[in-house]
């Protein structure tokens, strides 16, 4: 948990209960009503033959991709195969309507050259109208961003969003190779699914990590100790401007303890907390290290902010009432509001990016749970329950998806669950992985 320094939908056809058990939305408490899509086998055509591996790849990763996204339910292969492949003939759109599909997604994989080529034509059963048509051509090694980016165009064509191909930030535990009786935190970066996982930063203690899409790269800021290990240890945050440079400390005082920075939505300022003589407090400033302003000044301990989407508010944690409790004020330090008044430990509050909803941990019947609140009604929502403890929330970049972690397993995993409350899913597997961030 990050109390570090002290401590979704639209209607559609409905399938039969028994090809799927029923799951419940957490805000209605009515069944989850999904898209029906099908998703025939792409078609790999005369000179792509040899592209096997590349096109069951994307067939695996597209189909997860739609089944994660919480608008699509895709058909599986026992009804497929009751209807004529889309590739030997015309569509028959009564013969998809009879299987309840409302939309067909066909694909096909063709050799250019040295590269290979993806199309996808998305149709809509009822209008019986191709609706989408799209292409994307990428080495065969890069199946699996191909496939997210095919996601993508049709959840943008269809939503308006798109998170296929985002990229998950977090810190992973393990042991040091120059002294293993030594553990080291250090961050990596995963696509969204738990695939193709690297490392950012090597052999230190990093710690509340924040990143953010700039172009094509990723802006990082995150805690790390100095002189890990030693007497004289302490720690302050670090920029990274993109993936590829070298970190710089953010702020010039290296004695001024700083830790959970919050990058604002335009990507120009960090709001973050400094520790001074048992006391923390949130501080904002340019990203350049100008106009940096104290915008919280109590006892308390106030840590953990977050910007709303439009840069208007913060939402942090205070312990000024006796507990820690989750606040709201203006991005210039006025109008402090209290948001939580039930639960004793409150902490770790994230906005939605696209609704007026904030994610968030409390301590609830001895366990850590994962709440979500209606900002406008103060309507409590638990997304977790009785599993482990599950802790540091974060939202996928389309608003409609959580990333937390929890020890449910014996070891602390990434997990990941539809904002409705269904689709709970593992995304890592092995060692520690903590504070994940979901960016574009």
């Known amino acids: 948990m990050k109390w570090f320094a002290y401590m979704l939908v639209l209607g559609c056809l409905w399938l039969p209960a028994q090809d799927r058990p029923v799951e419940l939305d957490i805000y209605s408490g009515q069944p989850v009503r999904l898209y029906n899509i099908a998703v025939p086998d792409f078609k790999s055509m005369p000179g792509a033959e040899d592209y096997r591996d590349a096109v069951r790849v994307i067939n695996e990763v597209v189909r997860a991709d739609l089944r994660n996204s919480g608008m699509f339910r895709v058909l599986g292969k026992d009804r497929l195969n009751l209807i004529r492949s889309p590739h030997d003939g015309p569509l028959i759109f009564e013969d998809w309507g009879s299987i309840e599909a409302a939309h067909l997604a066909v694909g096909r994989v063709l050799r250019e050259g040295d590269q290979m080529k993806v199309e996808i034509r998305l149709f809509e059963i009822a209008s019986k109208q191709a609706i989408l048509a799209k292409a994307v051509t990428g080495k065969p090694k890069l199946a699996r961003k191909i496939a ?42 995963m696509d969204y699914d738990g695939y193709n996982e690297l490392p950012i930063t090597r052999g230190g203690l990093v710690f509340s990590p924040d990143a953010k899409r700039v172009g094509r790269d990723i802006m990082l800021i995150y805690g790390a100790f100095q002189n890990a290990f030693t007497m004289n240890a302490t720690y302050t945050l ?65 840590t953990n902010p977050s910007w709303a989407p439009g840069g208007r508010s ?65 309507e409590n929502y638990r997304v977790t329950e009785k599993s482990g403890s599950n802790e540091e929330p974060h939202w996928s970049p389309d608003g409609e ?9 014996g070891t602390w995993q990434i997990y990941a669950i539809n904002r409705n409350g269904t689709n709970l899913r593992r995304i890592t597997s092995t060692g520690n992985n903590r504070e994940p961030v979901w960016i574009e």
């Open 238 to 302: 670090q920029l990274k401007p993109s993936l590829a440079s070298r970190p710089r400390p953010l702020l010039e005082d290296p004695s001024r303890r700083a830790q959970s920075p919050s990058i604002s939505p335009d990507g120009r300022k960090v709001a973050f907390s400094i520790a001074k003589d048992g006391n923390s407090d949130i501080w904002v400033m340019n990203l350049d290290g100008s106009d940096a302003v104290q915008l919280t000044r109590h006892p308390g301990i106030d």
């Open 401 to 409: 998806q959580l990333c937390f972690t929890s020890n449910r397993s």
């Open 148 to 189: 997210h980016t095919v996601s993508d165009y049709i959840l943008t064509h269809l939503f308006n969003s798109k998170f296929a191909t985002s990229k998950i930030v977090y810190t992973k535990r393990r042991r040091s190779t120059v002294d293993p009786s030594r553990t080291l935190d250090e961050l990596y970066i």
């Open 314 to 378: 913060l939402l942090f944690t205070s312990d000024r009432t006796g507990t820690p409790q989750i606040y709201r004020m203006d991005a210039d330090g006025l109008n402090r509001v209290l948001i939580t008044t039930q639960n004793s430990f409150n902490d770790s509050a994230k906005w939605n990016p696209r609704y007026d909803y904030m994610a968030y941990v409390s301590r609830f019947e001895n366990d850590f749970d994962i709440f979500i609140m209606n900002l406008q009604t103060r």
